[in-house]
């Protein structure tokens, strides 16, 4: 060989091996930037590929978020560099979802990973569908020496005209053990046939026949249809009364999208979430959506992440977490009662899930409605701005009339209950009248068990949960103590801890339990149901609860918020509130937004057909314009009332908020920590303002001690590179954790 030939050979010997190609994974952790890692030969990763990588001595699950750049600051040396594992047999994450992931990350000021948490939150699905096997029956004879025993025989019978069946469901039938079945297999006799695990999703059918529309409820159909036909994005407030079939006219935009072959996404509170709501679903389109909420036993959870992520799924309905999906083809969002407040998710991820549902429909260039008979100050702001298209269905379908609200002023010593007692003589006189009819009446009052507070009646000691800054709950119907912010619960002691005195504990002030007793003291012949988060377990209670109503099986329902959202009761033609004022104590800044909504909502179960229904409040604060509005049904002026105020002191939606709330379990830590921060805080800039800290309406939460700061800006201002550059300015000590709360929606 030339020598120059033997030199070139060498030369390309010495050359370094191509260096790996690497990609950008970003693991469901906080950490504030994706990880390189090696891509193997022959692997295909794309970007949105679900992978499972190392990461010290553990393996986790990631999704390539990009290209990985060797020269980039502080890249891993090729050397160094980990190879991704393996690579999960799934559709790659859509890019409008890994865009979505970034977005939320950057808005709540929360690492990336936290997000992708949320969108892969059953990590189990990303593994294959367990494979199941069924037997059928072989053609042709049986093999020569192959005995039929009576419980051989039997399997034969079971499968002679049916469908391949597992070897547990053959053998329990047959009486025998699953072992004869797979015995029956070896021989030859029967054929083995692989089986997917879990159900197959229905498809909901976009072209079967509505229900006869009135000529509001079409043209707003109409207007809908065309949104989705367009294929852009837009947002709409659909604002109509309760009763004005507002689900009807969201239906069509269903239809419509379902129609064009994209998916659909229906999201509801889940205290909204009732089989009542599907199967109306249901009626329409011929078969239930998917659901999607946090009662999903485990294995649906699974199969559901995966049917949407491959687009077997055609439409979810399901509560805020159900946004996150990895949808392939999303072409409509819904969001039902916009405006209530389980949309706002308080920890973890802080976020309100209207406002993220609008930016997915924004990056994916879809259209999103807003549905709510009481629309939120935000949203209608939107409205007034022309950022969001408003479609209005101001009257009641079939002719139903609004149900006629009474202020009953317990000030007045007529209508004032008597001693120990909770219902107004006013309120009694109707119950009576409503009873004597043959019609239904509902009790409402948004507070669970018999007493909000117990007390001994020696010293005055009140009974406190021992992790939270909140009084203990009496829950008489099940015998206990209860903490409806950190779950504690203990038994009602024997004897006062303050002072050891015996049987003196008291009551004090009333919760459904303790309206109850006193409605079967005043009725005792009348059926009562208690409708409260702990009296119905699961959706398939409430649905009991529903149809008991329906067929006049309950005279009279007391209860909370559960029984407030979309339910339909012919019969039903009074509503009385207990304590309407409940909600407007505290110095909340959407106090009377809120008790406006829960009080008109509650208020709409009235007289939905064509017997009028009739509404009592019992209240002190009859003149306040929360009370004079709903007494009025003059929504728009409250709105213009608190709009106004807000204006006054530039809060949302005229102004910009974000709240930081430090939390630990050492108080004088966190007492420091907080005070450095008020210290740091961009008093230098005088747009802002800077409240706090001070302590949290909830100073002690789950054992944790909490201090608040609030800082508000002007409404065009965007405040996360604000807070980023107040935090950074401030180290934080260990054992002490700072939470952004963007856009605020409560203050405890």
Known sequence: ???????????????????????????????????????????????GSYVEVPLGPRRVFGVVWGEGDPAAPGAVPDAKLKPVLRRFDLPPMPEVSRRFVDWVAAYTMTPPGNVLRMAVSVSA??????????????????????????????????????????????????????????AMADAGVLLPVPLRSGPRFAVPDGALPGPTLSPPQAAAAETLREKVAAGAYSATLLDGVTGSGKTEVYFEAIAAALRAGRQALVLLPEIALSPQSLDRFA????????????????????????????????????????LFLPYPDLGLIIVDEEHEPAFKQEEGVVYHARDMAVARAHLGRIPIVLVSATPSLETLANA??????????????????????????????????????????????????????????????????????????????????????????????????????????????????????????????????????????????????????????????????????KAHEIDLLIGTQVMAKGHHFPLLTLVGVVDADLGLSGGDLRAGERTFQLLHQVAGRAGRESRPGRVFLQTHMPDTPVMRALAAHDRDAFLAHEAEARRQTEMPPYGRLAALIVSGEDERTVEQAALRLGRAAPHDRPELTVLGPAPAPLAILRGRHRRRLLLRGPKGLALQPVVADWLAAVEIPAGVRVQVDIDPYSFL
């Open 1 to 47: 060989m030339p020598e120059a030939a033997e030199f070139r050979l060498e030369a390309e010997d010495a050359r370094p091996a191509p260096a790996a190609r690497r990609v950008r994974v970003l693991l469901p952790l906080p950490f504030p930037e994706p990880f390189d890692y090696g891509a193997p030969p022959g692997l295909d990763l794309p970007p």
């Open 384 to 549: 007034e701005a022309g950022r969001y298209g408003r479609i209005d269905l101001p009257d009641r379908h079939g002719g139903a009339e609004l149900p006629e609200v009474t202020l009953i002023d317990l000030r007045r010593p007529d209508a004032a209950p008597p001693p120990r007692h909770w219902l107004s003589p006013v309120l009694r006189d109707a119950l009576t009248e409503t009873l004597a009819a043959g019609e239904q009446a509902m009790l409402f009052l948004n507070r669970r068990g018999y007493a909000p507070l117990t007390l001994c009646r020696a010293c005055g000691h009140r009974l406190q949960c021992p992790n939270c800054t909140a009084w203990l709950v009496e829950h008489r119907l099940s015998r206990r103590l209860q903490c409806h912010h950190c779950g504690y619960t203990a038994r009602l002691p024997d004897e006062c801890p303050q002072c050891g005195a015996e049987g003196s504990f008291v009551a004090c002030g009333p919760g459904v339990e303790r309206v109850a007793e006193e409605v079967t003291e005043l009725f005792p012949d009348a059926r009562v149901a208690v409708l409260t988060s702990d009296t119905l377990l699961g959706p398939r209670a409430m649905q009991e609860t529903v149809e008991r109503v």
């Open 283 to 322: 009626r329409r389109f011929g078969a239930r959506p998917a659901e999607w909420h946090s009662d999903l036993p485990p294995p649906l959870r699974r199969n559901t992440w995966r049917a949407v992520a491959s687009g077997e799924v055609r439409v979810v309905v399901g509560a805020r977490s159900a």
């Open 125 to 182: 699905a990303l593994e294959g569908p367990r494979v199941l096997t069924a037997y059928g029956r072989a053609d042709g004879d049986l093999p020569d020496g192959f005995k039929l025993s009576p419980q051989r025989r039997r399997i034969l019978d079971l499968l002679a005209d049916g469908p391949p069946r597992p070897a547990a469901e053959l053998a329990a039938e047959a009486g025998c053990t699953p072992a004869v079945v797979r």
